[in-house]
């Protein structure tokens, strides 16, 4: 198994994108910091960057922080590209504004990097408070998603669980074995994943203690 970085799998995705003609400006929406992690080499946006001096913008998520605000653009080093990342759990919200140029029968972008007045790619990222006011338009569209998610959930019935539960009860007291083993719980997710993707490996890890489901 070769597991590339990003940093390389970025430059083979757009390279395929501009040899086939089907963009001009890119964009990358990554789970990762500006930083690598775990000494890998191109795990990180600052590395995905520099090899992609293509991209306009990677809009970040791994620290949970607010990055790239109206007051404090971050361009990665010496790439032009902007970063921009958001806090979790809809503690904020960001907007990007990409102002392009049509010539010769390609869409640019003037000065990627600078200050929020002069550059072509502006970022921000505002915190939500008990003040900020509500958007009515997305909470429509929210909402209608929320729906059609919860019927989906609640009305289709796709097996029954029988036997016990998916995860079972902690041989130590205090731990959960969905971190401690292999479980039932896994093993669903996974094959669901390896089956509706038609990928060769799938890998899930739990982020609640609470995960689980009884007969």
Do not use: C
């Amino acid at each position: 198994i070769k597991a590339d970085n990003a940093a390389t799998q970025t430059r083979k995705v757009i390279d395929e994108l501009k040899e086939k003609d089907l963009a001009d400006i890119f964009v990358l929406a990554a789970h990762m910091g500006d930083s690598n992690e775990y000494d890998r080499d191109g795990s990180g946006a600052l590395d995905v960057a520099a090899m992609n001096p293509d991209l306009a913008v990677i809009l970040g998520a791994h620290h949970h922080t607010i990055v790239g605000t109206k007051d404090k653009q971050h361009t990665l080093g010496n790439s032009g590209v902007k970063f921009v990342e958001n806090k979790n759990a809809g503690a904020s919200y960001g907007k990007v504004l990409i102002d392009t140029v049509y010539e010769d029968g390609k869409w640019t972008i003037k000065n990627k990097s600078g200050n929020y007045a002069e550059s072509g790619v502006k970022t921000d990222v505002i915190e939500v408070t008990a003040d900020t006011p509500k958007d009515a338009a997305a909470e429509a569209v929210i909402a209608k998603a929320t729906t059609a998610v919860m019927s989906y959930v609640n009305d289709t019935v796709v097996g029954t669980l029988k036997g016990g539960p998916l995860v079972p009860e902690p041989e130590i007291i205090g731990t959960y074995e969905g971190y401690l083993q292999d479980t039932a719980l896994g093993d669903l997710i996974n094959n669901a994943m390896l089956y509706f993707t038609k990928a060769d490996i799938s890998a899930t890890a739990p982020l609640d203690t609470n995960s689980n489901h009884q007969p």
